[in-house]
Each structure stands twice: as C-alpha cells, then as structure tokens.
C-alpha cells in the first residue's frame, strides 16, 4: 500500500517520483518505520537500575549511553534489526508492480516470453531463497564478530 501510495498518489498533490524512486522512498519508510520501532524496544529493555548503577560507578553520560545503554541494546536488538532487513529484501519484490526492474520483474519477462510460468517464478523463489539465506550468514557472521566479547553463558 505505501508503495502504490507514493508511486500514484504523490502525483496528484504535484510530486513526480520515478519508479525507482518512489520504490526507495516506500522501501526506506517501510525499514525506518519498523526499525525505529525494534530500536524503541531495544533502549526501553535496558533497566534502569543499570543506568543508575552506571552513576554510581563514576561514568559520565557518554559513557553511560556507549557501554550501559547502546551496546546491550544494540545486542539485544541485533537479531530483529536483521530479520528486518531480510524481511525487506524480500518485500522488494512488489516494486516489479510499478515497473522497476527487479528479480520479479525478470520472471515475468520470462514467463511472458516463453509461457513457463512455472518454471520461471520457481528459480525466482530458489533466488529469492539463496539470497535470504546468503544474508542470514552474512549477518550471523557479523554479529559473531560484532560480539566477540561476550562470554557464553
């Protein structure tokens, strides 16, 4: 829906966007608007108690907001925020809908030209598969890096 609505909506009020465009726009409010949502619950997780605890230990507010409050956080928020951005890689599809080439868009091409639907939208899902599952390991293997420091419980 915000796809459609700022590719054929924002014309009417005057603002011409490209399909490309108007797909990033859509894309970028979808992520930003989920993720500052994951960040919102993330920082919220953090006790007070730790913050206080922080105080009593002498740190200044910087520090307090780098060690006490935005790496727990981020730790904690790190999984969501990447199923997040799978989960848009995967809702990228739909921009084919307003004509913006994608891998979607090369399927339907395909299967247009050579009437094998089938067979076209089905190596488009193995992509689309392959694709999530190469990001997965991408970002497990950043996160592994990222939080080398933890201990294992």
């Known amino acids: 829906m915000q796809l459609f609505f700022i590719f054929f909506g ?3 009020i005057g ?6 465009q108007a797909s990033m726009i859509a894309l970028t409010i979808n992520l930003g608007a989920y993720s500052t949502e994951i960040i919102r619950a993330g920082l919220a997780s953090i006790s007070k108690g730790q913050v206080e605890a922080a105080k009593v230990l002498g740190l200044n507010f910087r520090q307090t907001l780098t060690r006490v409050i935005f790496i727990p956080a981020f730790e904690k ?3 969501a925020l990447t199923s997040q951005c799978i989960i848009v890689m995967l809702g990228s599809a739909v921009i084919s809908q307003i004509s913006v080439q ?3 868009y090369a399927a339907n091409l395909v299967q247009s030209r050579n009437f094998r639907a089938f067979e076209s939208y089905l190596v488009t899902a193995l992509l689309y598969l392959g694709l999530s ?3 997965r390991f991408a970002f497990n293997a950043l996160g592994k ?3 080398a420091y933890r201990t294992s419980n």
């Open 145 to 147: 890096r990222l939080f």
């Open 10 to 12: 924002l014309p009417a």
């Open 77 to 79: 928020i790190y999984p």
């Open 102 to 104: 994608d891998l979607t």
């Open 15 to 20: 603002m011409m966007l490209s399909p490309w």
């Open 133 to 135: 599952i190469l990001l």
